[in-house]
């Protein structure tokens, strides 16, 4: 008998190489999903998405590239340990061009005449580039040169850098500060929770063609996650490793055992993030965490004259729409799957249209993009979201607290 009739499986559920058709739907790829989607009704679409190594990025690009329409082309480039003219000719390639024994000053020319024909031919261009941590400091700045190639009406060129956590540590450099304001959206692709774990098992075993949810034991996800941590790749390694022990043993079913044995073979210890050393330095950085996490807005979506969420967030950009991958979501006819955007800064906040079907009104006055102020009321259909600046608050209580000690004070003179 053989492994996969073993565990009455059609195929390998816990295999290494990508695959879209296995990839789990965690909130955190669903909005990296959307933020990649976003280069596309985005004109000056320019995303950054980072993930530690097995977070499943290169399966999500895969998933986002197998999706788009007719209408897109793309080019991927996942070499990145290049010069940059060196760049230049991998991209051209990826469009179809032979562009060796060319100097860099006739390689951007090609590339501009190329971007500027599929404008003018109703196509949008996408520019994908993986392993993105590798690239020099030269080489982005060539990308943020490229970003701003555009017609007289717009930027021609969409662009997605997806890498390893260095990548952002390299784009906070000021050296690269006027690549950084080019980015439309950042963001992070973490482990995953002990529930979408055991969700991301168990689909992988679904789509193998298992049948029930019965292959391991119960106790045995809370092993799993202590070695794997909940990075994707290390699920699958002891997961299949697991599978091989017990097949081996002619043990149909896993429990805590069997996974701690297959994490001896493979002489791991518990991942960094179960430990309690990484518990304390994760506290350490949160007691230095940067005022631009805090949260400086918050979001009152109202319905029918009924609040039905309370929302505040940090600094950064904020999706509205009737998607489920949005920070905020609303389920609605009337409001379009990307609807809006919230982009707060250190001088307020501002909310912009992003194409959707029924527009954005404050105030009733329809809107494409507005700088909103403290109490301002949103209308997206039938739905309203009141806007508060919690900066705007904090400064009252303030000037409250401030008004009371001067008062205190003048009663305790004789």
């Not at 933020?35 to 999500?60: C, N, P, Q, R």
């Not at 390299?170 to 482990?191: A, K, N, Y």
């Not at 029930?212 to 070695?227: G, Q, R």
């Not at 904090?394 to 009371?404: G, H, L, M, Q, S």
Request: hydrophobic share 40%; net charge negative; with cysteine.
């Amino acid at each position: 008998m053989s492994y996969l009739d073993h565990f009455k499986l059609a195929e390998q559920p816990f295999r290494l190489t990508p695959d879209p058709e296995f990839l789990y739907w965690s909130k955190q790829h669903a909005r990296a999903k959307a933020y990649m989607e976003s280069t596309i009704w985005l004109a000056d679409g320019f995303v950054v998405i980072t993930g530690d190594i097995g977070s499943g990025k290169t399966t999500l690009l895969q998933s986002f590239l197998t999706e788009l329409d007719d209408d897109i082309v793309y080019a991927v480039v996942s070499q990145t340990q290049l010069t940059p003219t060196q760049f230049l000719q991998a991209v051209l390639t990826e469009f179809g061009f032979k562009p060796f024994k060319k100097r860099k000053v006739e390689l951007l020319d090609m590339l501009n005449m190329f971007l500027i024909e599929q404008y003018s031919n109703g196509k949008k261009v996408v520019l994908v580039v993986d392993e993105a941590q590798n690239l020099t400091k030269k080489v982005l700045e060539e990308i943020r040169m490229m970003s701003g190639i555009e017609t007289h009406k717009e930027k021609v060129l969409r662009i997605i850098l997806a890498g390893q956590p260095e990548l952002k540590d390299t784009l906070d450099s000021p050296h690269l500060e006027q690549l950084m304001q080019r980015v439309r959206l950042r963001f992070h692709i973490g482990p995953l929770d002990r529930r979408e774990m055991r969700e991301y098992i168990e689909r992988r075993l679904s789509v193998a063609g298992r049948e029930n949810n019965d292959l391991f034991e119960e106790d045995s996800f809370d092993v799993i996650y202590l070695f794997s941590g909940g990075v994707p790749r290390l699920i699958n390694t002891l997961c299949d490793t697991t599978l091989l022990c017990a097949f081996a043993d002619d043990i149909h079913t896993v429990g805590a055992e069997d996974v701690m044995t297959a994490a001896q073979e493979l002489n791991w210890k518990e991942y960094e993030g179960n430990t309690g050393v990484f518990e304390q330095l994760q506290q350490l950085e949160l007691n230095r965490q940067d005022p631009a996490d805090l949260h400086v807005s918050k979001i009152m979506v109202r319905a029918d004259g009924k609040v039905i969420d309370i929302l505040t967030f940090p600094l950064g950009r904020v999706i509205i729409g009737r998607s489920p991958d949005n920070e905020i979501y609303i389920k609605s006819k009337f409001v379009s799957r990307h609807h809006a955007q919230l982009v707060s800064d250190e001088s307020g906040c501002v909310i912009e249209d992003l194409n959707s079907t029924n527009g954005v009104f404050v105030a009733e006055k329809q809107v494409k993009k507005y700088r909103l102020h403290d109490g301002d009321v949103i209308s997206l259909g039938v739905h309203e979201l009141i806007y508060h600046d919690l900066r705007k608050s904090a400064e009252i209580d303030d000037d409250k607290d401030n008004n009371a000690d001067e008062r205190d004070a003048a009663v305790d003179k004789p």
